[in-house]
C-alpha cells in the first residue's frame, strides 16, 4: 500500500548488528534476491529536493510497519535518486571467466546496478554502483570470488578489502597458535 501510494510509513527494525531502529520512511522499490532468497526495501529516510538517503532494510529484519497520515506529494524520479546515492566512483573489478566465475558473478551481483563488458578472450571488466547502505554486502561478495576477480577501485573499497583480510589472518593466526599450545590429555 505504501509503495504504490508513496505513502510514509513508521518501521521498526532488528538490524544484523543487534541494533533496534524505528525511523519514518518513504518505501520506494521492493527487490528479491534469489541468491540470498530474502527481501529487501529500498526506502527513503531523510530527504531534500535534490538528494535523499537511502537506507535498505532486509524483510526479515522489520518488527513492525504502520502507515503514517503523510503522502509524498511531490512527483520524483525515485530510480534518479537511488543513482544519486551512489558514490561517485563505482567498484571497478576485472572476472577470469575461469570455473563458470563470469557466470556466477552476474547472479551475485544481479541485484546492483552495473555496466559489464568484455575486455579478452577470459576477462570481464564489470564496474558496479553502490551506496553506503550496500558496501558491506558487496565487500563480502566480491571476497568470496577469491583470486577469480580483481578489484580496480576506488581506493576506499580496496582499503576495506585489505582492513578485512588482515583481520581474518590474524584471526586464523591466533587460532593455529591456541591450537599449537593446548594439550589435551593422553
Known sequence: TALSKKQYVNISYHSEKGNRIAHHYLPLKLEYSEKNDR?????????????AWIH????????SVSLLPRFESESHDFEKII???YYREPLHLL???QRNALERAM????NYEKKTRKKDEDTWECLIYYNRSMET?????VLSFG?????????AFLRQIRERLKRQTALFSRTDTDRETTSFPS
Open 83 to 85: 543513482r544519486k546515492s
Open 39 to 51: 527481501f529487501r526495501l529500498l526506502a527513503v529516510l531523510e530527504q531534500t529536493k535534490d538528494s
Open 147 to 155: 583470486p577469480a576477480v580483481k578489484v580496480i577501485g576506488p581506493d
Open 95 to 97: 572476472i577470469r571467466n
Open 137 to 141: 554486502e558487496l565487500l563480502i561478495e
Open 107 to 110: 547472479l551475485h551481483f544481479s
Open 56 to 63: 535498505t532494510l532486509n524483510l526479515r529484519g522489520i518488527q
